[in-house]
C-alpha cells in the first residue's frame, strides 16, 4: 500500500504529465485531500457551465457525486470522456424520485389540474428525471438559480412541479411571494397529493424529497446557538427545512455561503448549516471570521465522501494505462431529452 505522501506525488506526476487534457472539477463538499488536485471547484451551477465551456479536456475526472458527473457528460462533447473515480458516489436526494413514480405523478396530476403544469427538477436528480422534464417543457434548477427558473417556469404555466427536493422548491417559492398554503406535497410511495386543499388552488407542488445531510439541521440548533452568543449569524443551505430556513439569516447555495462569509466584516461570528467538510474548509480559509457548525455533531455526505485520494489516483491511473473506468456515459436518447432542460436552465440569467 502507498502512503499518502506517495499518492500525493503521484496524482502531481500525472496531473503534469496530463496537463488540460485532464481536468478535475472538484465540489465544494470534496474532501481536502481530493479538492487540493482540483483545477476548478465550485457549485453545482458552476461544474455544470464549465462542463459545458470546456472544449480541451480529453478526460474528465469528476470529484462529485453521480447526477453531476451525468451532467458533465451531457454536457460536453462526445469525444470528451468523463469518469466518476468511485461509482457508489450517488446521491440519496436524486435517488428520491424515479421514472416509474414520476410518470405515474404526472398522469395522476394531470387528471387533477389538466394541462397546467411545468415540471421542474433540481440537477440532484437523474439523466431519466432531467429527460423527463425537457421532454415536458421544462427546465432545471439548482441552488444558486432557482428563483430565476421558478420566475420563468411561472410565465409559461400556472402550476410547477418542482422534484425531487420539497425544501428547496418551498423555500425559493416562498421567496418569491407563494404563500405556503398555495404548495402542496406530492407523496411518491402513495401516489398522493398530501392536501385538503381543491388541487386547483395548489400553485407548487413539491416532490416529497429531501437531502439526508441538511435534515440535520433543526430550529432547536440555531436556539441552542442564539442562546450562547446572541450576534452569531447562521447561515444555511437551501435544501434546510422551512423552519430552519426561516431562522436563519441567510440561506443559499455553497458558493453564496462561501462568498457571504469572505464578504463579511473579521471577527464576525457564523454558524453555518451545511455539508462538513466546506465547513472545515471555510473555517481554514478564513481564519478572521469565526467559524462552526451549526450542529455540533457535524454533517458529512458520505457518498461525496466516497471519493478520495486512493480513488482519483486510481482513476487517473486507468486512464493513464488507457483503460478507463467509472466511465459516466448517459444514453443518447436520455441525453438529448435532459439537454433541453439543462440549456434552458443555463440561458437564463
Ligand atoms: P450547490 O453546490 O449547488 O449549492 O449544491 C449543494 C448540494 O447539495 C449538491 O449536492
Ligand atoms: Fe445529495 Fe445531500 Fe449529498 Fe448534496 S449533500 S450530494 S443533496 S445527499
Redesign the pocket.
Known amino acids: 500500500t502507498l502512503i499518502v505522501a506517495d499518492m500525493e506525488h503521484r496524482v502531481a506526476e500525472l496531473k503534469q504529465k496530463w496537463g488540460p487534457k485532464l481536468l478535475i472539477p472538484g465540489h465544494h463538499?470534496q474532501k481536502d485531500e481530493v479538492i487540493q488536485f482540483a483545477d476548478i471547484t465550485g457549485d453545482s451551477l458552476q461544474l455544470a457551465q464549465m462542463a459545458a465551456q470546456n472544449q480541451e479536456a480529453e478526460f474528465i475526472v469528476f470529484c462529485g457525486?453521480h447526477f453531476m458527473a451525468e451532467t458533465a457528460d451531457m454536457l460536453t462533447a462526445d469525444r470528451q470522456t468523463v469518469v466518476l473515480p468511485d461509482m457508489r458516489a450517488g446521491?440519496?436526494?436524486?435517488d428520491m424520485a424515479n421514472m416509474e413514480q414520476t410518470e405515474r405523478a404526472w398522469k395522476h396530476l394531470q387528471e387533477l389540474v389538466g394541462d397546467t403544469m411545468i415540471p421542474l427538477t433540481y440537477v440532484?436528480s437523474t439523466a431519466e428525471i432531467k429527460a423527463f422534464v425537457g421532454r415536458h417543457g421544462g427546465a432545471t434548477v439548482t441552488s444558486s438559480n432557482a428563483k430565476q427558473v421558478l420566475e420563468w417556469a411561472l410565465k409559461q404555466k400556472e402550476r410547477i412541479l418542482f422534484l425531487p427536493d420539497q425544501h428547496l422548491g418551498r423555500n425559493t417559492a416562498y421567496d418569491l411571494g407563494i404563500p405556503l398554503d398555495e404548495m402542496a406535497v406530492w407523496n411518491p410511495m402513495t401516489d398522493q397529493l398530501e392536501t385538503e386543499r381543491d388541487p386547483a388552488t395548489v400553485k407548487i407542488i413539491l416532490w416529497k424529497g429531501h437531502?439526508?445531510?441538511?435534515e440535520k439541521f433543526t430550529i432547536d440548533h440555531i436556539r441552542n446557538v442564539r442562546e450562547r452568543d446572541k450576534n452569531i449569524r447562521v447561515i444555511v443551505h437551501p435544501?434546510c427545512s422551512y423552519e430552519v430556513v426561516q431562522l436563519a439569516d441567510c440561506a443559499g447555495s455553497t458558493k453564496f455561503i462561501i462568498d457571504t462569509i469572505r464578504a463579511a466584516e473579521p471577527g464576525t461570528r457564523w454558524a453555518v448549516g451545511t455539508?462538513m467538510n466546506l465547513v472545515q474548509r471555510i473555517k481554514q480559509q478564513y481564519p478572521e471570521q469565526q467559524i462552526e457548525s451549526l450542529n455540533p455533531d457535524m454533517c458529512p455526505?458520505l457518498?461525496?465522501n466516497r471519493i478520495d485520494l486512493p480513488h482519483l489516483l486510481w482513476s487517473m491511473e486507468q486512464i493513464d494505462r488507457g483503460e478507463p473506468v467509472g466511465v459516466i456515459r448517459v444514453d443518447d436518447q436520455v441525453r438529448q431529452e435532459a439537454v433541453l432542460a439543462l440549456n434552458r436552465m443555463l440561458a437564463i440569467r
Not at 446521491?91 to 436524486?94: E, F, L, V
Open positions: 463538499y457525486v446521491c440519496s436526494m436524486a440532484n437531502c439526508s445531510v441538511h435544501e455539508e455526505c457518498t461525496m
